[in-house]
């Protein structure tokens, strides 16, 4: 999941996927006001800022001169009219600019908590960040698939500090129109990455995580409303590990670890469950360990979660794959937290 290279790799920066709008429910900042404070000291302190903030776009507009201008002229409307909807919380105009694979992504999402849809998507306590006063980087195109990126103060209007983030927009080619799919945000950007922007160094630009994939994401099926909510834990270090609950719930980590929400959730009884884990030649980490957990979310503040499958491999004996169950019944439910 990091992305920067070498030079950066002292940094913490990860991508922040922005949950409420690309997946649900997200981590953000807020982005300070220039206009509050005109005509008072403070005032004049931020309106320097703003003045410097338009002199630096005005000089990384060089740097995007090599991307794709006229592209992000037709990109940029599009994310526009996605973030319109958003906040005129208009179903018919948020499906009309989003990508089919993002409308049944985000459903799916929001039933397997569930929450109802559409209305728990426009519940999210934030407002989609504006790009105008952003500076524009690069914009490119493969495929059916492109992306755009800005630099700046990346406001979700959430309150708090407002850092100098990264933005990438990602849309999806459907016919002949660009459709909205995800966006993603990098805060707590090194300070070397910081100079090079202003330097209009942007080789970092060429880093997977900024450029279009060329292939389009897999269309999920949409999953039933399920009896329990569930999160999946998954640690790959040294391993590609791909897990598939129920024929429908499908999670892909490399050499990395993180928590998914399961897609449909969980029945009661029987649920199916299919682990592939893949060892890799070298591991950021410098170990090998592989562990799948899954865990039932109660809603209790005295037991939150509970546990309620397991698989932890022998990292240099396996075995490496499994298909079996996951049972979820009164014994299962009746153990305590258990990460």
Not at 120 to 149: D, E, N, Q, W
Not at 293 to 310: A, C, R
Request: glycine share 8%; aromatic share 10%; proline share 6%.
């Amino acid at each position: 999941m990091t992305w920067m290279g070498p030079e950066y790799a002292k940094g913490k920066n990860r991508f922040q996927p922005v949950d409420g709008f690309g997946n649900l429910f997200p981590k953000a900042n807020n982005f300070f006001r220039a206009c509050m404070w005109l005509g008072t000291e403070k005032g004049s302190q931020v309106m320097f800022r703003f003045l410097s903030l338009i002199v630096f776009a005005s000089m990384i507009v060089n740097a995007a001169a090599d991307s794709n201008v006229t592209l992000e002229k037709q990109l940029r409307p599009v994310y526009d009219s996605w973030s319109r909807a958003m906040l005129a919380k208009n179903y018919e105009a948020w499906k009309s600019a989003t990508a089919y694979a993002r409308q049944v992504e985000t459903r799916n999402s929001v039933v397997s908590q569930k929450k109802a849809f559409p209305r728990a998507m426009f519940s999210v306590p934030m407002r989609p960040p504006r790009i105008a006063g952003l500076a524009f980087l690069s914009a490119k195109a493969k495929g059916p698939t492109a992306t755009a990126v800005y630099f700046g103060r990346v406001d979700f209007e959430v309150g708090g500090n407002v850092p100098e983030s990264l933005l990438v927009l990602r849309f999806l080619r459907e016919g002949h129109q660009w459709k909205f799919y995800t966006l993603s945000m990098i805060n707590q950007l090194p300070a070397e990455l910081i100079r090079d922007v202003r330097a209009n160094k942007l080789g970092f630009l060429k880093e997977p995580d900024f450029q279009p994939s060329g292939r389009p994401p897999m269309i999920q099926k949409e999953c039933p409303k399920p009896d329990y909510v569930a999160d999946l834990h998954v640690i790959g270090l040294g391993f590609q590990s791909e897990v598939t609950i129920n024929g429908i719930s499908e999670h892909f980590v490399s050499d990395d670890f993180g928590t998914q929400l399961v897609m449909g959730g969980l029945r009661k009884g029987k649920n199916t469950i299919q682990i592939k884990n893949k060892a890799l030649g070298t591991s950021k980490s410098g170990r090998k360990y592989a562990k799948v957990t899954v865990h039932v979310k109660t809603g209790k503040k005295s037991n939150p979660i509970i546990q309620v499958f397991e698989f932890k491999p022998d990292p240099s004996k396996g075995p490496f794959t499994y298909s079996g169950n996951i049972q979820v019944d009164k014994a299962t439910l009746g153990r305590r937290s258990k990460r």
